[in-house]
C-alpha cells in the first residue's frame, strides 16, 4: 500500500494488530490507468518535491515517471477544487471516471505476525544553518538536488545546469561532512559513511558530462572504505582537473554579477585562500526519517542516541521489541549492500519466528491444463497497446489495429491503453478462450520487461506459455522516432508483421522442474558461518557445517571485545555451543573440502575430515570461509618484540599484560598492508579497532601516551565518536602522506636500544621523533590463503584483490552468478562482526528462497543438438559459462549432451558452433530469418512466404 | 476461540504473515526475500511511490549503474 502511514501496532510477536492510516489520493487506484490526461490539463503548478523543488509539477500528478503504482494523486494543498470547489477540469477529461474528489483518509487494521521496519532516513537540510547558503544562494544546491540535476527524468532533463543563469558550470566545488561529524546545533556528530563516495561518483558524472570542467572536493578524510571504493577514489583523483583538498570551506557569499559563489578555506599548508565557483554542491549527510519519534512510541520501539532505531547489539537486524526486525539505513547510515543484506537477513528473522506458518496464507497459482495446438490451423490475436500516451501519441493506434486484422491468419485484433494491466491482462486470457488462439502478438513495449506478464496470461488462456511474440513499437518506435509521426506508423506495421512470422513458428516449450534437496552445507565456521547455520537449522534444514581448523570460532577466537565494548568471547562460547547443541547441525572440523559438483538445489560436495570421507548432498552452498590478518614485514615487526599487530596488542590488552600497564608511550600506524600496491584497498575495521584498543589502553592506563599515524581516519557511521572520544582523552593523531611513511627504529647505542618513531607532521611541518615502548600495527585484513582452491572448485569468482566476488556489488551482495551459492563475512571482504552477522543473516535469507520450495521451475528456453550436422569438434561446450554442455561418447563419436536446468538459453554456443547444430529453442535460426523474410515480402506475397515458413517447419520436425 | 467468533476475527481483519514498513531498496528486498520464502507479505510506503531515495539517484557507485 502506498501513500499509506503506519498509526500504530499493538500486540505481540506472532500477533500484531497494525493500524493503518491510507490518505487520499482523490484518485481512483483501480480505475487510474496513468495516461496523464488530466496531469496534461490541469491549470496548477506546483512545485516538484521528488526533483528536489528544482522544476515544476501539476496539482494533480504521477510522483514520478517510473513510479509504482503508476497512478495519479492530487495534492489537497494546492488543488483549486479541493481549496476553493473551482475547477474540476481532471475529473471531467478523465475517460475512466477515476478522480474522486470526495474521498477521505481511511483507517484499516490488519493482522501481522512480524514487522520489518525499513523506513530510511531522510537527507540533511542545510537551510537550518544559514552559513551554508543553501536557500539563500542561487548555486548553492544540495548532493541531493545534484543527482536530480544529473538524472534524464530530472529539472534539466540530464544536463548539468547551475539554478541562476540555466548555464553549464565550468567550475564545481562539493563541501563534504554537511550536517555530519560536527557537533554543534543542527548538525549530526555521526559520519553518515557514504557521502565521500557518492560525492567521486558526482566528480565522475561532471566530467562525463564535461570533460573540461574542474572539480574541486573540499573534505576532511576521504572514507573510502568498503568493496571497490579505494580504487574508485584512485580513478576520481586522477581524473584531469579534480583536487581533493583537505580543508573546512566556509561560503562568502556570491558575486552579484556572475551570482559565482565565493568559498574561503585554509590550505593544508596554511595559507588563507578565496575562490570562487560557479556552482557549489554541500554533501549532504543521512539522518534519522522525519517524524520517527512518534512513530517509534507507537510502534513500541527504542531509539538509539542519534536517532536511528536501537538494535540489539550484537544483532544489527534486531530491534528492541519482539518480532520486530530492522533493515537499512533505519539502523544506521549505511549504503545500498547493507541496505540489501540487512533486508535479507531481517526476511531470514521473520522465517525463524514464523516458519509455522509458511506457506499458510499464501495460495500458489493454478493454471488450466495446456491445449494442445501444434496441428491447429494457426489462429493468431493481435493486441495493440497505446502505453498511455508513449505509442498512441505518435502513432494511430485503431489504425494499427485495422491493418493487423488484414494479415494472414489473424482472427482477432484489438486496442487496449495498457494491456499490462490488471483488466488488460485478463481481457487476453478472455479472448485466448473464447476465440481459441493458439498464437498471440503483443505490440507494445519491451519482452524484457513485460513478456513474462503476457506469458503468464496466455497460460492463463489455456495455451503454451511461450506462443506470444512482442512486437517492440515503444523502444524500437515511438520512443526513437516521436516527431516522425507517419515514418513512424509505418514501422510499427512491419514490426508487428514480423512479429506474426515469428509467432507463428514459435513452438510449445516444456519447463524443467528442479527438485530441492532441502539440506544445506556451509563452509567456514566463523562467527558468520555459524549464524548462519543456526538460521538454517532453526527454519527446519540439516547442516553441514565444514571448518578446517580444530575448533569453531575463526578470526573471532582472537578478538575480545566489539567496538560498542560488547564481551565477544562469552557471544562466541555461547554461539559454539548453540550450534553443537543443535540436532540439524552436523559440524566437521579439520575438514577438507575435495570436491563439488552439482548445480542449485542438487549439490555434492566430498569433504574429508579426521580420516573419513563424507559425501554431501546439499540444495544450497554458503561460503563464509573468513579472511586473515596480513602478516607485516615492515616497520621491524618479528624483529622487535615491541612491534605488535593490532589483534596481538588486543591479546596483551586482555591479559592486563605488564607491557601494556606500564608502558608510556604507544605508538600505533595504520594502513600497514592496506591501501598499498599490492593491496589496493581499505581494510575496513582497523580505524576502529584502533580506537577501540585506544580507549582501553587509556582506561586501563591512564597516564600512558598514545600516538595514532594515520593516513585518513574512516571511522564510518557512529564510530565517528569513538574518534571524538580518544582525541578528547588525549589521543594524538598526527597523519602522514603515503609517500612519507612513518620510520620505526632501534636507537643504536642506547640502553636496551630504545624503539623511537620518526614521522613527519603535516600540522607542524616539521619531523617527530617518539620514544616508544609499543608499536601497534594495525595490520589490514588480507583474504584466505585458500580462497584461490575454493574459487575453482565451487566455480565461483574472486575480485582483483583475492576476496570472493559477488553477483553485484550493490544489489545482490550475498549472491554468487551462479544460483544456489551464496557468500557472507570476510570471505566478501572485512568487516566488523555485527556486520558479518547480518550479512549472514542475509546469506540465510536468500538461502531460505530456495530451500523453502519443493522445487524450482527453469526456463524451456534452452539449447538443443542437432547430432546429424553436429561434427562432434566440443566448441559449444568449451564456451559455456554454465557447464550445461557435456561431449559424451555416441556411436557416431562425441556428442554434446544438454543438461537443460543449467541452460541459461544465452545463445553463446549457438554463435560458436560452426555447422548450426546447436542452437537455442524459441529463438531458433528459422523464426529469426522468418523475420527478417517478410520484412522484405511485398504484402501479396506474404502469405505464400508464411505459408512456405509453417510448411518448411512442420517438415524439418516430421523429418 | 468459539467458532462464531473465530469467524468473526478472520473476516474483521486481512492476515498477513509479515508487514514491510517503507518501500525503500531495503523494504523491496525483504519483502521479495519474504514473499519467494512462502510469506504473504503487507509493504507500506508513505510515499505516493515505492523506490524510495534510491529511485530518485541517477547512477550508483562504484559501478556507475542506472539507479532506477
Not at chain 1, 540444495?619 to 618484540?641: C, N, W
Not at chain 1, 553463446?908 to 520484412?935: M, R, Y
Request: aromatic fraction near 8%.
Amino acid at each position: 500500500m502506498s501513500y499509506t502511514e503506519i498509526e500504530g501496532i499493538e500486540g505481540e510477536e506472532g500477533n500484531f494488530t497494525v493500524r493503518l492510516l491510507r490518505k487520499p489520493r482523490y484518485v481512483l487506484e483501480h480505475r487510474c490507468t496513468g495516461c496523464r490526461n488530466c496531469v496534461d490539463h490541469c491549470p496548477v503548478e506546483i512545485p516538484d518535491v521528488f526533483n528536489q523543488k528544482l522544476s515544476k509539477e501539476k496539482a494533480i500528478h504521477i510522483y514520478f515517471s517510473q513510479a509504482i503504482p503508476l497512478i495519479c494523486y492530487i495534492d489537497p494543498e494546492y488543488c483549486l477544487y479541493l481549496k476553493e470547489g473551482k475547477c474540476g477540469i481532471c475529473a471531467d477529461i478523465c475517460r475512466n471516471s477515476a478522480i474522486d474528489f470526495g474521498q477521505v483518509p481511511q483507517r484499516e487494521e490488519v493482522k501481522v505476525g512480524a514487522v520489518v521496519l525499513s523506513m530510511g532516513f531522510d537527507p540533511y537540510d542545510p537551510s537550518v544553518r544559514p552559513e551554508w547558503g543553501y536557500g539563500r544562494l542561487a548555486n548553492v544546491i544540495s548532493s541531493m538536488d545534484f543527482e536530480r540535476i544529473t538524472s534524464s527524468t530530472g529539472p534539466y532533463s540530464g544536463e548539468i545546469l547551475r539554478p541562476s543563469d540555466l548555464k553549464h558550470p565550468h567550475k564545481v566545488a562539493w563541501i563534504q561532512c554537511v550536517g555530519s561529524r560536527q557537533v554543534y546545533e543542527g548538525s549530526k556528530s555521526y559520519c553518515s559513511a557514504v557521502c565521500c563516495t557518492y560525492t567521486q561518483k558526482q566528480v565522475i558524472l561532471m566530467k562525463i558530462h564535461n570533460p573540461e570542467a574542474e572539480c574541486v572536493v573540499f573534505h576532511n578524510d576521504i572514507r573510502a572504505f568498503s568493496k571497490g571504493f579505494e580504487r574508485f577514489f584512485e580513478r576520481t583523483e586522477s581524473l584531469p582537473g579534480v583536487r581533493f583538498i583537505r580543508a573546512y570551506p566556509q561560503v562568502v557569499g556570491e558575486d552579484p554579477v556572475s551570482k559565482n559563489v565565493i568559498l574561503r578555506y585554509v590550505t593544508p599548508e596554511g595559507k588563507l585562500v578565496e575562490e570562487d565557483f560557479d556552482l557549489v554542491v554541500l554533501s549532504v549527510g543521512l539522518l534519522p526519517p522525519s517524524g520517527i519519534d512518534k512513530v517509534a512510541s507507537e510502534l513500541g520501539i527504542e531509539l538509539n542516541e542519534y536517532g536511528f532505531c536501537k538494535t540489539n547489539p550484537f544483532d544489527f537486524v534486531e530491534a528492541t521489541k519482539p518480532g520486530v526486525f530492522v533493515s537499512g539505513s533505519f539502523i544506521a547510515p549505511s549504503d545500498i549492500p547493507e541496505a540489501v543484506y540487512t533486508a535479507s537477513g531481517a526476511a531470514s528473522k521473520c522465517g525463524r519466528l514464523l516458519g509455522y506458518r509458511r506457506n499458510k496464507l499464501t495460495v500458489p497459482k493454478q493454471y488450466p491444463p495446456e491445449r494442445e495446438v501444434v496441428e491447429e490451423e494457426p489462429r493468431v490475436g493481435v493486441f495493440v497497446c497505446h502505453c498511455g500516451a508513449n505509442i498512441g501519441k505518435v502513432v494511430s493506434v485503431p489504425s494499427l489495429v485495422e491493418e493487423a486484422l488484414k494479415l494472414p491468419y489473424v482472427v482477432h485484433a484489438e486496442e487496449d491503453l495498457f494491456w499490462c494491466s490488471t483488466s488488460g491482462t485478463k481481457r487476453i486470457m478472455e479472448v485466448v478462450k473464447e476465440k481459441g488462439l493458439n498464437r498471440v502478438v503483443v505490440a507494445a513495449c519491451t519482452p524484457k520487461t513485460h513478456e513474462p506478464t503476457f506469458m503468464d496470461s496466455i497460460r492463463m488462456g489455456g495455451i503454451n506459455m511461450y506462443l506470444v511474440d512482442m512486437a517492440n513499437i515503444r523502444e524500437h518506435c515511438t520512443w526513437v522516432h516521436p516527431l516522425e509521426g507517419e515514418a513512424a506508423y509505418e514501422k510499427a506495421k512491419e514490426l508487428i508483421k514480423m512479429s506474426l512470422a515469428r509467432a507463428l513458428l514459435l513452438e510449445p516449450l516444456e519447463l524443467y522442474e528442479i527438485p530441492i534437496d532441502k539440506r544445506a552445507l556451509v563452509v567456514g565456521g566463523g562467527i558468520s558461518g555459524m549464524t548462519c547455520a543456526l538460521d538454517l537449522a532453526e527454519q527446519g534444514h540439516e547442516v553441514w557445517l565444514v571448518e578446517k581448523e580444530r575448533e569453531l570460532g575463526g578470526m573471532a577466537r582472537r578478538i575480545y571485545w566489539t567496538l560498542e565494548g560488547e564481551d565477544v568471547q562469552g557471544f562466541l562460547r555461547d554461539l559454539i555451543d548453540r550450534v553443537y547443541r543443535h540436532p540439524l547441525i552436523h559440524v566437521l572440523t579439520e575438514a577438507k573440502i575435495i570436491e563439488t559438483s552439482g548445480y542449485l538445489g542438487n549439490f555434492v560436495t566430498k569433504v574429508q575430515s579426521g580420516g573419513t570421507v563424507y559425501e554431501i548432498k546439499h540444495g544450497v552452498t554458503i561460503l563464509a570461509t573468513g579472511a586473515v590478518e596480513y602478516r607485516p614485514t615492515e616497520y621491524l615487526y618479528g624483529k622487535d618484540p615491541r612491534v605488535v599487530t593490532a589483534l596481538e596488542f588486543e591479546e596483551l590488552l586482555a591479559k592486563r599484560d605488564q607491557k601494556v600497564l606500564e608502558a608510556e608511550n604507544v605508538v600505533m600506524i595504520q594502513c600497514v598492508g592496506s591501501r598499498s600496491k599490492e593491496r589496493n584497498y581499505c581494510s575496513r575495521i582497523c580505524c576502529g579497532e584502533t580506537m577501540k584498543n585506544a580507549l582501553k589502553l587509556k582506561e586501563l592506563n591512564p597516564n600512558c601516551n598514545i600516538y595514532v599515524l594515520y593516513r585518513d581516519m574512516r571511522t564510518y557511521g557512529f564510530k565517528e565518536d569513538l574518534y571524538r572520544k580518544a582525541a578528547d582523552l588525549g589521543v594524538v593523531f598526527i597523519r602522514f602522506e603515503p609517500e612519507q611513511q612513518p620510520v620505526v627504529e632501534q636507537v643504536q647505542g642506547a640502553a636496551e636500544r630504545a624503539l623511537r618513531v620518526r614521522v613527519r607532521d603535516h600540522v607542524l611541518g616539521e619531523e617527530v621523533e617518539i620514544g616508544v615502548d609499543l608499536v601497534v600495527l594495525a595490520a589490514g585484513v588480507v583474504p584466505a590463503p585458500d580462497n584461490q582452491e575454493l574459487s575453482e572448485q565451487f566455480k565461483v569468482p574472486l575480485d582483483e584483490d583475492g576476496f570472493f566476488k559477488e553477483a553485484h556489488v550493490k544489489l545482490r551482495p550475498v549472491d554468487f552468478g551462479t544460483e544456489g551459492i551464496f557468500l557472507c563475512g570476510m570471505a566478501h571482504y572485512p568487516k566488523y562482526i555485527q556486520e558479518a552477522i547480518a550479512q549472514a543473516h542475509g546469506a540465510s535469507g536468500r538461502a531460505m528462497t530456495i530451500l523453502s520450495k519443493e522445487k524450482e521451475v527453469s526456463s524451456g528456453i534452452v539449447c538443443f543438438v542437432d547430432e546429424g550436422r553436429c561434427m562432434g569438434c566440443g566448441a559449444c561446450a568449451e564456451v559455456c559459462t554454465y557447464g550445461a554442455i557435456l561431449m559424451e561418447e555416441t556411436k557416431r563419436g562425441k556428442k554434446p549432451k544438454v543438461i537443460p536446468v543449467l541452460c541459461k538459453g544465452c545463445g553463446l554456443c549457438n554463435s560458436e558452433c560452426p555447422t548450426g547444430a546447436i542452437q537455442v529453442k524459441h529463438f531458433k535460426d528459422e523464426q529469426i530469418l522468418a523475420e527478417i523474410d517478410v520484412l522484405m515480402a511485398s504484402d501479396e506475397e506474404l502469405k505464400d512466404i508464411i505459408d512456405k515458413k509453417i510448411k518448411q517447419n512442420k517438415g524439418a520436425k516430421a523429418a | 476461540m468459539e467458532r462464531q467468533s473465530l469467524l468473526w476475527f478472520f473476516r474483521r481483519y486481512q492476515h498477513y504473515d509479515v508487514l514491510v514498513a517503507g518501500g525503500g531498496i531495503s523494504g523491496v528486498q525483504a519483502a521479495l526475500d519474504l514473499a519467494n520464502a512462502g510469506f504473504k507479505v503487507l509493504m507500506v510506503d508513505r510515499r505516493p511511490s515505492i523506490g524510495g531515495h534510491m529511485a530518485q539517484l541517477d547512477k550508483t557507485f562504484p559501478t556507475l549503474d542506472c539507479s532506477i
